[in-house]
């Protein structure tokens, strides 16, 4: 259950940076910044549970390489971030290495 909660913890990790994103708009400022600050809280308090069974090191690499994953896919294809191959292939680069880690656990 620790794997589905680390997985959780770093999809909600994606948000807020999203949501900072939307608080660069005026119209969007205080819900942006609330959607930070409510995808921090509820990707944070999922990383505390899981480190109770998970190796500390682990556990973190896996939850910000799911969020910054996540937040360089959501970058290029709603808000129009570069998207080159070598981007990509950094991308790929993180990818391997958060599944060597969940295979290695």
Known sequence: MSWVY??????FEIGWPVGL??????GTRC???A??????AIS???LWM??????MGTAYAVWTGIGATGTFLVGVHCYGDPATLMRYVG???IVSGVL????AH
């Open 6 to 11: 680390l997985t959780l913890a770093g999809l």
């Open 21 to 26: 994103k939307m608080a660069q708009e005026p």
């Open 31 to 33: 819900l942006g910044v």
């Open 35 to 40: 959607i930070a600050v409510l995808f921090m």
């Open 44 to 46: 944070g308090a999922l």
């Open 50 to 55: 899981v480190q109770r069974q998970l190796p």
């Open 91 to 93: 991308v790929l680069l």
């Open 100 to 103: 060597t880690l969940k295979l």
